[in-house]
């Protein structure tokens, strides 16, 4: 079974940081790009970061570039996002989910995310 | 950047009803659109991926239209395990964008 499983979600001040770490089983972890979508309460999802799984393309939303950073070690089968510089608007669920892809008959590549994890809060606030 | 809107952003439907979602985008994005539902709680669970594919083990009342700008989620008879938010996302250019959603609940 397919499973992704995030931690290290929690209460850090404004200014803080914090690492979370997303654990995959049930599938060839190396083989396959990764994401973070968040969700603030009460609100909709936002793209985070995404992640190649040769870690060779990284790509971040504006509204966390330069102060997060996304990585993975396809020895631990295990995915990251290192949060610095934390802001009350950073409160959320942070969501990881894997990227999933086909080619279709012209070579068109198609990606959705599919599946996710449960979730790990992260709330900012003195 | 892409941005994505939906409509409704809510709707009440009653149990049989055929329930339709319109998404749009702000530039073509040619058949690069996947919808998500999720109830409160929950992670999202990918319903359609590509506009127009099912996802493996979803139910056939689910299905999705649409290419360019205008897209389309239609419930054929909805059930009570449906009542949820749902969501379009482009993957056609980063940053990756969500739609605002769209909260189907009970009648």
């Known amino acids: 079974e397919v499973q992704l499983v995030e931690s290290g979600g929690g209460l850090v001040k404004p200014g803080g940081s914090l690492r979370l770490s997303c654990a995959a089983s049930?599938?060839?972890?190396?083989?396959?790009?990764m994401n973070w979508v968040r969700q603030a309460p009460g609100k909709g999802l936002e793209w985070v970061s995404s992640i190649s799984s040769s870690s060779s393309y990284i790509y971040y939303a504006d509204s966390v570039k330069g102060r997060f950073t996304i990585s993975r070690d396809n020895a631990k089968n295990s995915l990251y996002l290192q949060m610095n510089s934390l802001r009350a608007e950073d409160t959320a669920v942070y969501y990881c989910?894997?990227?999933?892809?086909?080619?279709?008959?012209?070579?068109?590549?198609?990606?959705?995310?599919?599946?996710w994890g449960q979730g790990t809060l992260v709330t900012v606030s003195s | 950047d892409i941005q994505m809107t939906q409509s409704p952003s809510s709707l009440s439907a009653s149990v049989g009803d055929r329930v339709t979602i319109t998404c749009r985008a702000s530039q073509s994005i040619s058949s690069y659109l996947n919808w998500y539902q999720q109830k409160p709680g929950k992670a999202p669970k990918l319903l359609i991926y590509?506009?127009?594919s099912l996802q493996s083990g979803v139910p056939s009342r689910f299905s999705g239209s649409g290419s360019g700008t205008d897209f389309t989620l239609t419930i054929s008879s909805l059930q009570p395990e449906d009542f949820a938010t749902y969501y379009c996302q482009q993957s056609y250019s980063t940053p990756i964008g969500f739609g605002p959603g769209t909260k189907v609940d009970i009648k």
């Open positions: 049930g599938f060839t972890f190396s083989s396959y790009s």
């Open positions: 590509a506009a127009s």
């Open positions: 989910a894997r990227g999933e892809y086909y080619y279709d008959s012209s070579g068109s590549e198609y990606n959705w995310f599919d599946p």
